[in-house]
């Protein structure tokens, strides 16, 4: 899951170095921190958070086999 | 996206160098002359060495390519890309393997997502015109319009019926053309978009 959401966000940044994705679990949900560069922050967010609502869907459809909630945090 | 610079004697040189450095064909970089060599005075004082930046040609195409097979199988399933020609201003990758339902999701949702994902990283770096992707898996792009055709047509029916307008459920702009379309010689049929998106319905009403 953690390296979804990296190869996800490393394709659409400029800055790949400074992709971080963290993982955490709470009360059976896992939750993946996202940390990009700031100038980046508007290419994993995209107009009206579109950009993240595709990072999320395509995550939550790979968890959907994996019979997992997960939550994508994208922090600055 | 590889990229090195060097200096030679001239800029043959230095561009053969960077080659076998990169281990690449010429046709697959660009090349660019930082600095021209200069003989000097005499070949000897002020002489100066060529120095080139050799970089790796990004193609979008493949790059779009490798990234649907890389989230693909970070997913959990193994798939092939097929990249169609070109067709109306669109191009066409077709993912191709066994049980791609995980990639397609509840009506499309997940191939939506893939497919507007792919269109930023073909758009990427591009310096040409800007690539349009058309993403498909199990031929859902098709069974997906015969559906919506039906759909319409049925819902047409209703409304002649009763002569209620109908409200349909929230699509995306491709999906509700495929309705306006279907519907557009219907002459007692009128169709418009309301709300916003991503939640923009179709309504099909009796023409006024």
């Known amino acids: ?76 | 996206m590889k990229s090195i610079e060097i200096s030679a004697r001239s800029v043959e040189e230095a561009v053969k160098m960077a080659l076998e450095e990169l281990q690449m064909k010429e046709n697959e970089v660009n090349v660019e002359v930082l600095e021209e060599p200069s003989k000097g005075f005499l070949g000897i004082l002020g002489s100066k060495m060529a120095r080139v930046k050799v970089t790796e040609k990004v193609d979008p195409l493949k790059n779009t390519r490798k990234f649907l097979e890389d989230i693909a199988e970070k997913m959990g399933v193994i798939v092939d890309v097929v990249v169609k020609p070109e067709k109306g201003g669109y191009i066409t990758m077709e993912l191709v393997g066994d049980d791609l339902g995980i990639l397609i999701g509840r009506r499309g949702d997940t191939l939506d997502a893939l497919q507007y994902l792919a269109n930023l990283v073909a758009n990427k770096n591009n310096l040409g015109a800007r690539l349009k992707i058309i993403l498909d898996a199990e031929n859902y792009r098709a069974r997906r319009e015969e559906t919506l055709i039906k759909l319409a047509v049925r819902m047409a029916d209703k409304v002649k019926k009763t002569g209620r307008k109908i409200v349909l459920e929230p699509m995306n702009p491709q999906e509700r053309r495929i309705i306006h379309t279907a519907l557009q010689h219907e002459d007692q049929i009128d169709t418009l978009s309301e709300g916003e998106e991503p939640f923009r319905k179709v309504v099909i009403s009796l023409k006024s």
């Open chain 1, 1 to 76: 899951m953690k390296e979804l959401v990296e190869t996800l966000a490393k394709a659409l940044v400029d800055d790949v170095e400074e992709v971080k994705v963290t993982s955490r679990e709470e009360n059976d949900v896992l939750i993946l921190e996202l940390h990009v560069a700031s100038p980046d922050m508007g290419k994993i967010i995209g107009k009206q958070g579109r950009i993240a609502r595709a990072i999320r869907t395509v995550v939550r459809a790979a968890a959907v086999r994996k019979d997992k909630k997960v939550i994508v945090d994208i922090v600055q």
